[in-house]
Nanobody, 121 residues
Framework: QVQLEESGGGLVQAGGSLRLSCAAS????????MGWYRQAPGNQRELVAA???????NYGEPVKGRITISRDNAKKTVDLQMNSLKPEDTAVYYC???????????????WGRGTQVTVSS
């Protein structure tokens, strides 16, 4: 089994900062792209940021310049540093990873359960 566990969500005032962390665990052989998505009520899930094993990053347009994604391949973690938060950043944030399990040949997509981020105005 493979699990992605998020931590670090919470309530913050507009203009504040939060750091989200996600740790992958289980029978993992290799991890490809890892990322963060978010979903606000009534909206579709959208990309926040993604990062390859080599450190190449991709950011969603609404968060560019305010959010930084990073990962530690040895620890199997991916972090999201969010600054200058806005009320419209309020959503459930989900960790995502493309992971190859031990004894398999394919990468599969895994999701965490999500962590709530609420930004008050």
């Amino acid at each position: 089994q493979v699990q992605l566990e998020e931590s670090g969500g919470g309530l913050v005032q507009a203009g504040g900062s939060l750091r989200l962390s996600c740790a992958a665990s289980g029978s993992i052989f290799s991890i490809g792209v890892m990322g963060w998505y978010r979903q606000a009520p009534g909206n579709q899930r959208e990309l926040v940021a993604a990062i390859t094993g080599g450190g190449i990053t991709n950011y969603g347009e609404p968060v560019k310049g305010r959010i930084t994604i990073s990962r530690d391949n040895a620890k199997k973690t991916v972090d999201l540093q969010m600054n200058s938060l806005k009320p419209e950043d309020t959503a459930v944030y989900y960790c995502n990873g493309n992971i190859r399990r031990l004894g398999t040949q394919s990468f599969l997509e895994y999701w965490g359960r999500g962590t709530q981020v609420t930004v008050s105005s």
